[in-house]
């Protein structure tokens, strides 16, 4: 079935009328149909009606000339045996009785014919048209017959009397006709008043249902060039009404999210001129450092080696030596804790939990702040892009704490959960208001714990009171684990 459907779609004929009438507004395609309808039903009616007419005006006829037949029957009884001038007169009498305004008849003719056929007294002026001519005998089952003859169409109804005669009676049809044509005349009259109704409710209609939706089609428009402003109105509590508050609804949500998009792109391009900066800032620390201590230590390394070379005596060389072992013992613990600030081979050797446990023991050490550390359910090594993000958070969570909190107390908790990987970081220190911006330098730290986040599909949740304290929620999708684990 849907394949005859697509095959009868797919016609050249289908197609041509569905481009042309597919190409046409909604507001002509609505008062094409209208007046379609209207003048299809007012067509149906008309000939029908007329039919109908017809044949109740034909079948109340027939049973006039029958009524007439036998009135004129029993008359002709009486008169037959008298004078037939008396006869004649009763006859032209009777035709001018019956087709006057009082009947709606028309008698075209009426005749008395002897047994054998011939004229006994007519009405006629002269000799019938021989279309009238009964066939004899005369059925008295079949008395009623519809001829076409000269004078046009007659109802001839032609009754046998009992001594041989026959009486024969012309109805007219032209008083159908005429009360035929006079309804259809009225029924086309009101046809076309409805055509004119019907032409200016489809113009009201399509004035109502095309006007809201020129509305969206412009607001829309606007939308489509980044005006999220646009609102349309309600028009009328139906579909295109809930179809106006639905657009409205969309772009106010456009409106937000272009908001909120515009409000995360600026924070990004702060994190990322914040991370430059903060590069920038660490190249020179380490810079600072290297020439101002590692630089140093290697400088005296020379000039002890320089003393070596010049001293004579074996417990002076002994005592050069060891003071330039010193410098290069100073120099490599330089340089170890200057790799681990970049980056704690620990992580790499022995896994997050581990790695966490030697920064907060130094984290404690260099900002007197006791943390207390708790880890659930991390048995086993998460994969390395995530075991150093997780660090990085703890890291500038902390680092956040110790430059801005004023904390004396903070606790880190990492779990693994049935559901994904959990990390809270809480201080007791002085928080702050969340709907006030913070300084730069805090939210570049709170910013990139969010963008590490949400490179893994995770949320940052942040809880903080004036006074009260700082609470971080890091929750990270458990399947995105999984799926770093078989990558």
């Known amino acids: 079935m849907k394949g005859n459907l697509d095959t009868v779609w797919h016609t050249p004929l289908v197609q041509r009328f569905w ?11 609505v008062m094409g149909i209208v007046l379609g309808v209207i003048v299809l039903l007012g067509l149906f009616v008309t000939i029908q009606l007329r ?7 034909e079948t109340q006829l027939h049973v006039q000339g029958i009524g007439i037949s036998d009135n004129i029957v029993l008359r002709v009884e009486q008169l037959v045996s008298g004078d037939l001038s008396a006869l004649t007169d ?49 059925d008295p089952d079949d008395r009623i017959h519809k001829l076409t003859t000269a004078w046009g169409d007659v109802i001839d109804v032609t009754t046998s009397m009992p001594n041989g005669l026959i009486v024969q009676l012309g109805l007219g049809e032209d008083s159908i006709e005429e009360i035929t044509n006079t309804v259809t005349f009225q029924i086309f009259s009101i046809t076309l008043v409805m055509i004119v109704v019907g032409f200016i409710a489809a113009f009201l209609l399509t004035w109502i249902l095309t006007r809201p939706i020129l509305s969206l089609v412009e607001a829309t428009r606007a939308v489509a060039n980044g005006d ?14 809930d179809l106006a508050d639905a657009f409205n609804t969309m772009t106010r949500s456009l409106a937000r999210a272009a908001r909120e998009s515009g409000e995360r792109e600026a924070l990004r391009e702060d994190y990322i001129r914040g991370v430059i900066s903060a590069q ?18 290697l400088t005296s390394l020379l000039v002890g080696l320089r003393n070596l070379e010049e001293a004579n005596d074996l417990l002076t060389v002994r005592t050069r030596i060891e003071d330039i072992r010193k410098v ?86 990492l779990e693994q959960r049935q559901n994904g990987i959990r990390v809270i970081i809480e201080d007791n220190g002085i928080g702050f208001e969340l709907d006030r911006k913070a300084d730069s330098q805090k939210s570049l730290g709170l910013q990139g714990i969010r963008e590490r ?28 684990v999984a799926e770093s684990d078989t990558g």
């Open 19 to 29: 481009s042309v009438f597919g190409a046409a507004s909604i507001r002509i395609k």
């Open 51 to 57: 039919s109908a007419l017809y044949d109740t005006l």
């Open 90 to 138: 009763y006859l032209q009498g009777t035709k001018t009785h019956y087709t006057g305004s009082g009947h709606n008849t028309l008698v075209d003719y009426v005749i008395v014919r002897n047994p054998d056929g011939t004229i006994l007294a007519t009405t006629t002026d002269g000799a019938p048209p021989p279309e009238i001519e009964p066939s004899l005998p005369i």
């Open 228 to 241: 999220f402003s646009r609102q349309v109105t309600r028009w009328a509590n139906d579909e295109i009404g």
């Open 280 to 297: 920038e800032e660490e190249r020179k620390r380490i810079a600072r450092e290297l020439h101002d201590s590692t630089s140093q230590s």
């Open 328 to 413: 290069v013992n100073n120099t490599l613990d330089e340089v170890h804790t200057l790799a681990w600030q970049l980056r704690p081979s620990v992580l790499d050797d022995l896994g997050l939990v581990a790695a966490l446990g030697r920064y907060i023991e130094d984290y404690q050490h260099r900002y007197r702040i006791q943390v207390d550390f708790v880890t659930r359910g991390l048995d086993e090594r998460l994969p390395i892009a995530l075991e150093t993000s997780l660090y990085r958070m703890v890291q500038e969570g902390l680092t956040n704490i110790a430059r801005h909190a004023h904390a004396k107390n903070a606790s880190v908790l």
């Open 453 to 480: 986040t949400q490179l893994f599909g995770g949320k940052l949740t942040i809880e903080s009171q004036a006074g009260q304290g700082t609470s971080l929620f890091i929750e990270i999708p458990f399947a995105v």
